[in-house]
């Protein structure tokens, strides 16, 4: 039998992410840098990949551009398949974690290289030289050499050589890695604004979560080659997944126990509520699972009485070990009857009155606190 189909095409179109990677994977010899990693980064999004030193982050990069292929899985690109396409024929430019520019030549001709290489007429190339060193604000700087320049004025002619092809995507392995803390965050602004104003997907790569969080629409992070959670700036934040991520991503102290009816059993502190208005049956992990309560410092307020903590708050008897002033915050150093640490935060100076070796109270709105299974 046949069949004749009239219906019209499946429709709305939706973009095709500008890269899809399904259960990619990378083995040097018997060990993976990358495993398992499936995700998309969507069209126009500042996109970044965070994680510590040997996570995998620079070969999760070299497999979207076609330097690496992947031991497993595939890599799409636009909605094409990219297997066996060479890193030229992609439409991506990467700047590399150590990003070489020409010492030799001018500004100018740095930018003008790839296409002076695929051979566009000279006026043409002009053109696009100027546009793109105004796009990084170095208008007039073409004929500086570039031992003349700053660190992070290196950086822009980096950014615009590899802009200068207009690709759809660009990847930037740590491209403010080697500026200092206060133009790094600088860069780190200019480099958001330029995303908007191009409108080209960024995959940056950072070990730097402040750079991450400041950058990214969205952001993935990375431990022993796996992704462990793609998601926004303030969901990671807000609400992490694992124990990994809770402590790579801002600070956060956990309490390790047993999930009951009534909250999360902690030998020697008894049972804490949890998040959620069903107690524990709200909570991620089933009734009697081993799991952890993140509780992030500036949650967490000490005082000298149970009576001076916030109505509802979970309040714990501590001994208050240490205070560390970081200029935007006092940190308490606090330990709890079960011998384990709890850290408390309060904006400013400390204006607790308390010292070392007291015998305090901590306390956090459980509502603010987080059950994470692994
Ligand atoms: N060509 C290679 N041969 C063998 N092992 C490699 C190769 N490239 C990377 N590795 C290993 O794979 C792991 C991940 O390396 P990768 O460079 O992707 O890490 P990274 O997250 O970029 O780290 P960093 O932040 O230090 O740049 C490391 O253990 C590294 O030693
Ligand atoms: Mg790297």
Redesign the pocket.
């Known amino acids: 039998m046949t069949t004749t189909d009239l219906s019209p095409a499946p429709g709305p179109t939706v973009a095709a992410p500008a890269v899809r990677l399904t259960g990619v994977g990378k083995a ?2 018997a060990t993976y ?1 990358v495993k398992e990693v499936t995700l998309d980064i969507r069209q126009n999004e500042f996109f970044s990949i965070l ?1 510590p ?8 990069m070299r497999m979207i551009t076609g330097f690496e292929e992947p031991s497993e899985g595939t890599v799409e690109l636009g909605g094409a398949p990219a297997t066996g396409v060479p890193p030229h024929k992609r439409d991506l430019n990467m700047l590399f ?1 150590s990003y070489a520019l020409f010492p030799h030549l001018s500004v100018r001709d740095n930018v003008a290289f790839e296409l002076k290489v695929r051979k566009h007429p000279r006026a043409a190339i002009a053109d696009a030289v100027r546009d793109a060193l105004a796009l990084v604000r170095l208008d007039g700087y073409g004929d500086r050499a570039i031992a003349q320049l700053s660190g992070g004025q290196k950086q822009r002619v980096a950014i615009a050589r590899a802009l200068i092809g207009r690709p759809s995507l660009l990847l930037l392995d ?1 491209p403010l890695g080697a500026l200092d803390q206060k133009l790094r965050a600088e860069m780190q602004l200019e480099l958001k604004k330029l995303q908007r104003e191009v409108g080209v997907t960024f995959v940056t ?1 950072t ?1 730097d979560q402040e750079e991450a969080l400041t950058m990214s629409d969205r952001i993935a992070v990375m431990d022993g080659g796996r992704v462990l959670q793609v998601d926004t700036p303030e969901a990671i934040y807000e609400r992490p997944a694992t124990r990994f991520v809770a402590d790579f991503i801002g600070t956060s102290t956990f309490l390790t126990g047993v999930l009951e009816a009534g909250g999360l059993a902690v030998r020697g502190l008894g049972v804490l509520p949890v998040p959620g208005a069903g107690g524990a049956a709200g909570a991620a992990g089933a009734a009697g699972a081993e799991v952890h309560l993140a509780v992030r410092p500036e949650n967490v307020t000490v005082a000298a009485t149970a009576e001076e903590l916030p109505t509802g708050a979970v309040a714990l008897p501590a001994t208050l070990q240490q205070t560390v002033y970081l200029g935007h915050a006092t940190r308490y150093h606090l330990t709890l009857a079960d011998g384990s640490e709890l850290l408390a935060e309060s904006g400013g100076a400390d204006r607790s009155g308390l010292s070392a070796g007291e015998r305090v109270w901590a306390g956090w709105d459980p509502e603010r606190s987080r059950v994470l299974a692994e």
Do not use: M
């Not at 030193?53 to 999760?60: D, F, I």
């Open positions: 040097f010899g840098a994680g030193s040997g996570c995998g982050k620079t070969t999760l974690q740590e790569v070990h």
